[in-house]
């Protein structure tokens, strides 16, 4: 059977997989439960293409990705409108939500226990409320395709994100500097990615001491794979903010499509349709 072929049963199987999952198995499984099998089932199909060459692995970080998503350098361009926009909210930050209520069973007593808000834009569909509070900036991410999420995620002071993994290896990760004290002068405020296989597949949070570091820039973006150990610092004393987008990582087409129905099918889900309700600001 050739390479090809043997790519169609393998995506046959893990449709009729998911689908079984999206139809029958996520009205009786808790929320952990049904992340945990969307990991497995899932992200063990992408694995599968690339241990055979045929999804290219991404580096840790991503610095010339023009090419693979032209239209996020309209962010860029429109830096100025994005930041008045975030500075506006941050005048009603208490209002904002608290990253710890979107996450649910997921990062209970986990990465979102630090004092992180968020102000969402987009989550599976964009939420027209919150886009009117941000009218500019919401006009922009509604030019880019391939978003899935998006929001403002705003840091306090002398914060740290401990490593951990993504959840879905069917995005990438793009961050918007959008309000890095100081420009980064100091170099307070960074994100650290260790890509090597090696060291991910012993699932060892110690190895993100070799990681590769990137210092965010007010006005610059950067593309990473969340997939890869990472975590993250704010050791300034003031607040930090980006502007944080999932979107659809660049694959084959046959792979894509697979991709797609996934994305479609969790996003119709009810803890997904939660976050949505979660995030919306009371006047």
Same mark, same amino acid.
């Given at each position: 059977m050739s390479i090809l072929a043997t790519s169609f049963a393998v995506l046959a199987v893990a449709l009729l997989? &998911? *689908? !079984?999952?999206?139809?029958?198995?996520?009205?009786?499984?808790?929320?952990?439960?049904?992340?945990?099998?969307?990991?497995?089932?899932?992200?063990s199909v992408f694995t599968w293409f690339e241990d055979r060459g045929l999804l290219e692995p991404t580096p840790a970080f991503i610095h010339d990705f023009d090419h693979l998503y032209p239209k996020l350098?309209?962010?860029?361009?429109?830096?100025?409108?994005?930041?008045?926009?975030?500075?506006?909210?941050?005048?009603?930050?208490?209002?904002l939500t608290d990253t710890s209520k979107l996450g649910g069973a997921y990062t209970q007593n986990g990465i979102h226990v630090i004092r992180w808000k968020t102000f969402m834009f987009k989550s599976g569909k964009f939420i027209d409320a919150?886009?009117?509070?941000?009218?500019? &900036? *919401? !006009?922009?991410?509604?030019?880019i395709p391939g978003i899935y999420t998006a929001f403002f995620s705003i840091?306090?002071?002398d914060q740290y994100i401990t490593p951990h993994w993504g959840y879905y290896k069917g995005f990438l990760r793009y961050h918007l500097g959008v309000v890095i004290p100081n420009d980064n002068a100091n170099g307070e405020c960074w994100l650290r990615v260790n890509s090597d296989p090696q060291a991910n597949a012993l699932r060892d949070p110690s190895a993100?001491?070799?990681?590769?570091?990137?210092?965010?820039?007010?006005?610059?973006?950067?593309l990473f794979n969340d997939n890869y150990l990472h975590d993250a610092r704010n050791a300034s004393d003031q607040i930090r903010v980006v502007l944080w987008l999932?979107?659809?990582r660049r694959m084959p087409w046959y792979l894509q499509i697979f991709n797609m129905f996934c994305l479609a099918v969790a996003h119709?889900?009810?803890s997904v349709k939660k976050i949505r309700e979660n995030t919306l600001i009371s006047d």
């Amino acid at each position: 059977m050739s390479i090809l072929a043997t790519s169609f049963a393998v995506l046959a199987v893990a449709l009729l997989t &998911t *689908a !079984a999952w999206g139809s029958w198995r996520i009205s009786r499984m808790t929320t952990k439960e049904k992340k945990a099998l969307l990991k497995k089932t899932i992200n063990s199909v992408f694995t599968w293409f690339e241990d055979r060459g045929l999804l290219e692995p991404t580096p840790a970080f991503i610095h010339d990705f023009d090419h693979l998503y032209p239209k996020l350098k309209l962010l860029e361009e429109g830096y100025a409108d994005v930041r008045a926009e975030c500075e506006a909210l941050l005048q009603i930050k208490d209002k904002l939500t608290d990253t710890s209520k979107l996450g649910g069973a997921y990062t209970q007593n986990g990465i979102h226990v630090i004092r992180w808000k968020t102000f969402m834009f987009k989550s599976g569909k964009f939420i027209d409320a919150n886009c009117k509070r941000a009218p500019k &900036t *919401a !006009a922009i991410l509604k030019q880019i395709p391939g978003i899935y999420t998006a929001f403002f995620s705003i840091i306090d002071p002398d914060q740290y994100i401990t490593p951990h993994w993504g959840y879905y290896k069917g995005f990438l990760r793009y961050h918007l500097g959008v309000v890095i004290p100081n420009d980064n002068a100091n170099g307070e405020c960074w994100l650290r990615v260790n890509s090597d296989p090696q060291a991910n597949a012993l699932r060892d949070p110690s190895a993100i001491d070799k990681g590769e570091v990137y210092y965010w820039k007010n006005g610059k973006g950067i593309l990473f794979n969340d997939n890869y150990l990472h975590d993250a610092r704010n050791a300034s004393d003031q607040i930090r903010v980006v502007l944080w987008l999932d979107v659809r990582r660049r694959m084959p087409w046959y792979l894509q499509i697979f991709n797609m129905f996934c994305l479609a099918v969790a996003h119709r889900e009810k803890s997904v349709k939660k976050i949505r309700e979660n995030t919306l600001i009371s006047d």
